[in-house]
């Protein structure tokens, strides 16, 4: 077990650093597969009947709650397994997180063969899910040691691989099913255990290769800048302190506001295509994909682009750039203008996932280095409450307003202007944010492993 | 070392490529 150590991977003198994105691609470009489970939807709903669900088959609801205990999941063990991540070092966690993902996968697979829906729940949702938590935060607080001069750019490039894992997975789960599907199985078990193994080998490149540096190691010719800005540390905030700072519960506004706007605009895409424009549902997927490219794109651009302009200026630029477009996408419904709707719903994607690509860095800026995974992990739970909030927020204003005897078009007009409401609560919170006050700066060793 | 960053960049990119010209094949059916 001591290859796993973090003291064994201490990168040597001259190791090129530009090896680590790639190492933490391989991990988010996996549990990015997450994003892309509702292809496995229908087929679970037939398992019995396998060309059409029969009695005794899962219905819809009960398999898409799979998906959704894997997003709560991931919040809870990100916040919960924190601490353990920047203890032990990388590798360590992102071999674990590879066992507990494709892990998930195998006992799905199990699950699938004696028709348990428990077991389905506890592979996938719980194993998998917790899988997926460690796995987001693994490579963060190494990214950011490593780039402390880009910390934007750093994340950003993992964190566009949970964008970018649905991409890979969408189609090759589709591929794996048609290829394994018979007149007696839908094919979703085998490809259960298929991916299962793939995702392990993938990962496991990522866990091989991640190195941290060294102590007091730093990019050639690079020296901190004399004058730090306003909400630049350079001290740190013990993840104990931190949660419970000030700048920690606006932060966590801030991801769930950014968060729960974007969901509003995933989540109803598909139909509010086909609604306000009349276009057909191929046409609608094709809308659907282009979004999830928006919101891959987005986390390494917005990142990349916070490493200049500052971590408050992005958000302030993601909060009233998105009032401005959503309160926008009612009036292009109206005037029948289907190219600025996607453009402007192409925006408000990119800077959904700008939103998770650059909290990290704002992290860092704000609570330090010492325990930045810890506390971006339990930042998380923003993102789980968000996903719950969400579509629970949109379905009940819809159907609301479809009760009230809205035209299904026009129905989705108070939501997206409710979404502005949340987008200017994350705006204000945004605007109060200030340095943490210097009694609680940690003082003392700031390695990790003997923080603890 | 320039070789192990070319492939790992490969492992990483080659997937995340073909993805993505998947994904644009089938946002193109949204202009035609």
């Given at each position: 077990?001591?290859?796993?150590?973090?003291?064994?991977?201490?990168?040597?003198?001259?190791?090129?650093?530009?090896?680590?994105?790639?190492?933490?691609?391989?991990?988010?470009?996996?549990?990015?597969?997450?994003?892309?489970?509702?292809?496995?939807?229908?087929?679970?709903?037939?398992?019995?009947?396998?060309?059409?669900?029969?009695?005794?088959?899962?219905?819809?609801?009960?398999?898409?709650?799979?998906?959704?205990?894997?997003?709560?999941?991931?919040?809870?063990?990100?916040?919960?397994?924190?601490?353990?991540?920047?203890?032990?070092?990388?590798?360590?966690?992102?071999?674990?997180?590879?066992?507990?993902?494709?892990?998930?996968?195998?006992?799905?697979?199990?699950?699938?063969?004696?028709?348990?829906?428990?077991?389905?729940?506890?592979?996938?949702?719980?194993?998998?899910?917790?899988?997926?938590?460690?796995?987001?935060?693994?490579?963060?607080?190494?990214?950011?040691?490593?780039?402390?001069?880009?910390?934007?750019?750093?994340?950003?490039?993992?964190?566009?691989?949970?964008?970018?894992?649905?991409?890979?997975?969408?189609?090759?789960?589709?591929?794996?099913?048609?290829?394994?599907?018979?007149?007696?199985?839908?094919?979703?078990?085998?490809?259960?255990?298929?991916?299962?193994?793939?995702?392990?080998?993938?990962?496991?490149?990522?866990?091989?290769?991640v190195k941290v540096p060294a102590q007091g190691w730093r990019p050639e010719g690079w020296v901190p800048a004399a004058e730090s800005r306003k909400l630049v540390t350079t001290a740190n905030v013990h993840v104990d302190v931190a949660w419970k700072t000030p700048q920690f519960i606006l932060l966590w506004v801030v991801l769930c506001m950014n968060v729960t706007a974007g969901i509003a605009v995933l989540g109803q895409a598909s139909p509010m295509i086909q609604e306000m424009f009349g276009v057909s549902p191929i046409a609608a997927g094709g809308f659907v994909g282009l979004l999830s490219l928006f919101n891959m794109l987005g986390r390494f651009f917005w990142a990349s682009l916070s490493d200049y302009i500052g971590r408050r200026n992005t958000y302030m630029v993601f909060f009233v750039l998105g009032i401005l477009l959503y309160a926008y996408i009612p009036s292009a419904g109206?005037?029948?203008?289907?190219?600025?709707?996607?453009?402007?719903?192409?925006?408000?994607?990119?800077?959904?996932?700008?939103?998770?690509?650059?909290?990290?860095?704002?992290?860092?800026?704000?609570?330090?280095?010492?325990?930045?995974?810890?506390?971006?992990?339990?930042?998380?739970?923003?993102?789980?409450?968000?996903?719950?909030?969400?579509?629970?927020?949109?379905?009940?204003?819809?159907?609301?307003?479809?009760?009230?005897?809205?035209?299904?078009?026009?129905?989705?007009?108070?939501?997206?202007?409710?979404?502005?409401?949340?987008?200017?609560?994350?705006?204000?919170?945004?605007?109060?944010?200030?340095?943490?006050?210097?009694?609680?700066?940690?003082?003392?060793?700031?390695?990790?492993?003997?923080?603890? | 070392?320039?070789?192990?960053?070319?492939?790992?960049?490969?492992?990483?990119?080659?997937?995340?490529?073909?993805?993505?010209?998947?994904?644009?094949?089938?946002?193109?059916?949204?202009?035609?």
């Amino acid at each position: 077990m001591s290859f796993f150590d973090r003291a064994h991977t201490v990168a040597p003198p001259g190791y090129n650093r530009f090896l680590v994105p790639p190492a933490a691609l391989a991990v988010h470009l996996s549990i990015g597969q997450a994003y892309a489970f509702s292809t496995f939807n229908l087929p679970l709903t037939r398992m019995i009947g396998i060309t059409k669900s029969a009695p005794g088959d899962w219905d819809l609801t009960q398999v898409v709650l799979t998906f959704s205990l894997g997003i709560v999941f991931l919040g809870l063990s990100a916040a919960l397994f924190g601490r353990w991540v920047e203890r032990v070092g990388p590798r360590l966690a992102m071999f674990t997180a590879a066992l507990l993902f494709s892990g998930g996968f195998m006992i799905s697979a199990v699950a699938l063969a004696f028709h348990w829906l428990w077991l389905l729940y506890l592979g996938y949702g719980v194993i998998g899910g917790c899988g997926l938590g460690i796995g987001y935060i693994s490579p963060v607080s190494t990214l950011i040691k490593w780039f402390p001069d880009r910390p934007g750019m750093a994340t950003g490039m993992a964190i566009m691989g949970f964008g970018g894992g649905a991409f890979i997975a969408a189609p090759l789960s589709t591929s794996l099913m048609s290829h394994f599907a018979s007149a007696t199985s839908t094919g979703v078990l085998p490809t259960f255990v298929v991916m299962g193994a793939i995702y392990f080998c993938f990962m496991m490149i990522g866990a091989l290769v991640v190195k941290v540096p060294a102590q007091g190691w730093r990019p050639e010719g690079w020296v901190p800048a004399a004058e730090s800005r306003k909400l630049v540390t350079t001290a740190n905030v013990h993840v104990d302190v931190a949660w419970k700072t000030p700048q920690f519960i606006l932060l966590w506004v801030v991801l769930c506001m950014n968060v729960t706007a974007g969901i509003a605009v995933l989540g109803q895409a598909s139909p509010m295509i086909q609604e306000m424009f009349g276009v057909s549902p191929i046409a609608a997927g094709g809308f659907v994909g282009l979004l999830s490219l928006f919101n891959m794109l987005g986390r390494f651009f917005w990142a990349s682009l916070s490493d200049y302009i500052g971590r408050r200026n992005t958000y302030m630029v993601f909060f009233v750039l998105g009032i401005l477009l959503y309160a926008y996408i009612p009036s292009a419904g109206h005037a029948g203008s289907a190219a600025t709707f996607v453009l402007a719903c192409g925006i408000i994607l990119s800077m959904y996932g700008g939103g998770f690509s650059t909290i990290p860095a704002y992290l860092r800026d704000v609570f330090g280095t010492m325990h930045v995974g810890a506390i971006h992990g339990r930042l998380l739970t923003a993102w789980s409450a968000a996903g719950i909030l969400g579509p629970i927020l949109i379905t009940l204003i819809r159907d609301d307003q479809i009760k009230a005897g809205v035209a299904k078009a026009d129905a989705y007009s108070l939501t997206l202007y409710i979404m502005c409401g949340l987008l200017a609560v994350g705006l204000i919170s945004n605007l109060l944010m200030r340095p943490v006050s210097t009694d609680r700066h940690h003082q003392g060793d700031v390695d990790v492993a003997s923080a603890h | 070392m320039v070789a192990r960053l070319i492939i790992l960049w490969a492992i990483v990119g080659i997937p995340l490529l073909w993805g993505m010209e998947k994904t644009l094949e089938s946002a193109l059916k949204l202009f035609s």
